[in-house]
């Protein structure tokens, strides 16, 4: 939802427009005595995020989208948009909120109690320490140096959106949530800021949850640029002024994304479209992480991760990441998606432990606690599973091959495996479905609405 502030703010347009618009930003000091952060890369990266502020909201649209409640102050979106040095490519990586991570040493900003480094959702980070502890934070994790930080509530998002006249969204499905009210019946959409903002907010549409609602943002991110780039609106100055004026008057950037930053990516952005995109999430190593205190997180994949963060340091497209070297089989469902119970059904002691382990380094939920079978005499494994849930039971058969699948109704959700005594190689899978937790690049022209 940010990155249409930075599409609207850099047209190719003259200096003295650009200055009087960078007079109206709000300024935030994000980088204010940091030290030991990563060295700088080539390129520009900008950390922009979407905050759940809402003062500005009306009445009429609190009840209207759903934004009831009080905010908890927290980043509702963050991603890493990544400008490579020649200015032909822009890079976004989605940083998924409930993600783990451990906040170095701060001060919290509301208490004003001194706090060492402690486990935390990545969204929270803000709460505590505001922008700054959200750039430590992510600079910390992804060791991507953040060379700009901008931020967009609500009511930001929402003018964006208005002033172009809506964004096109596409959908094969019925896509409904009740905690935002969105409710939109397969095929094309033109959709208007509140309804935008519902959109791009909603984590109960699909049982993909934040990353399904990550990918409706990418989606969403391509149909923007389409939109902006397509319409004439950064090729006219008055036009672009009028509704940039608008937009940048409720946002709020570091003091050093000035006039020439805004003219830098301008200059970056006349040629601009979708296909000059890429997109990107986190590859997610275990959903469902539980840390005390915490509550349920996710944990990043520690090597697929680092070879995607390291793409943005070096420059590089994310769509030329290595990938793992094991073969890795294409499944319907992905296994962070799929809660397992592993236990023993032979004699071998630790059999089920080192199959447990196995199965959640591939990626399954598995509850990290093997058992004993009743029998103790089972040579092929079996995969228990409720009727249900047979997608789910077919993608670990595959990461079981030689398995056995058993119906058992009423079983529930999380799937039984009783590991035998026959071979019980793990293989490594993922889902064709890039928006299940996996970390498939795609370009802007491959998301967008054909």
């Not at 019925?174 to 208007?192: C, E, N, Q, V």
């Amino acid at each position: 939802m940010t990155l249409s502030v930075v599409v609207l703010a850099s047209a190719g347009i003259g200096h003295s427009l650009v200055s009087s618009l960078d007079s109206g930003i709000a300024r935030v000091d994000p980088f204010k005595d940091m030290k030991n952060r990563p060295r700088a890369g080539h390129g520009m990266n900008v950390l922009m995020v979407g905050t759940d502020g809402r003062d500005r909201i009306t009445e009429d649209e609190r009840q209207r989208y759903r934004l009831g409640g009080a905010p908890c102050h927290c980043t509702d979106t963050l991603m890493i948009v990544h400008i490579s040095e020649d200015r032909e490519r822009a890079s976004v990586v989605s940083l998924p909120r409930d993600s783990y991570a451990e906040t170095p040493p701060h001060t919290d900003r509301t208490t004003g109690e001194k706090h060492r480094g402690h486990p935390i959702k990545i969204n929270a980070a803000y709460a505590e320490g505001g922008p700054q502890l959200t750039v430590r934070t992510v600079e910390n994790m992804t060791h991507v140096k953040v060379d700009h930080y901008l931020e967009v509530d609500f009511t930001s998002f929402m003018k964006t959106v208005d002033v172009l006249g809506g964004v096109k969204i596409c959908t094969d499905q019925r896509l409904t949530d009740s905690y935002t009210g969105l409710d939109l019946a397969p095929g094309d959409h033109t959709l208007r800021g509140g309804e935008a903002l519902q959109y791009v907010r909603s984590r109960h549409a699909d049982a993909s949850s934040d990353l399904g609602r990550m990918k409706r943002q990418q989606r969403f991110l391509a149909g923007l640029v389409d939109r902006a780039t397509s319409s004439g609106i950064l090729l006219n100055p008055l036009r672009f002024r009028d509704v940039a004026r608008a937009v940048l008057g409720s946002v709020r950037a570091d003091r050093g994304f000035g006039t020439e930053e805004l003219l830098d990516l301008g200059r970056a952005m006349r040629t601009f479209s979708p296909s000059s995109s890429e997109f990107a999430t986190v590859p997610i190593g275990r959903m469902g992480y539980a840390v005390e205190g915490v509550g349920s997180t996710v944990k990043w994949d520690p090597v697929r991760s680092e070879h995607l963060f390291k793409a943005l340091r070096d420059d590089r497209p994310l769509a030329t990441t290595p990938r793992a070297r094991a073969t890795v089989v294409r499944v319907e469902v992905a296994p962070q998606q799929i809660s397992v119970q592993v236990e023993n059904g032979t004699r071998t002691s630790g059999l089920a432990k080192r199959v447990d382990a196995a199965l959640r380094a591939t990626g399954f939920r598995t509850t990290g606690r093997p058992t004993t079978a009743r029998s103790t005499s089972v040579r092929r494994t079996v995969i228990s599973h409720d009727p249900r849930w047979d997608r789910s039971a077919q993608s670990l058969a595959a990461a079981l091959p030689g398995s056995e699948l058993r119906p058992v109704p009423g079983l529930g959700p999380t799937l039984r495996v009783t590991a035998g005594a026959e071979a019980h190689q793990v293989r490594r899978v993922r889902a064709d479905d890039p928006g299940q937790g996996e970390s498939a690049v795609v370009r802007g022209d491959e998301v967008g609405c054909s």
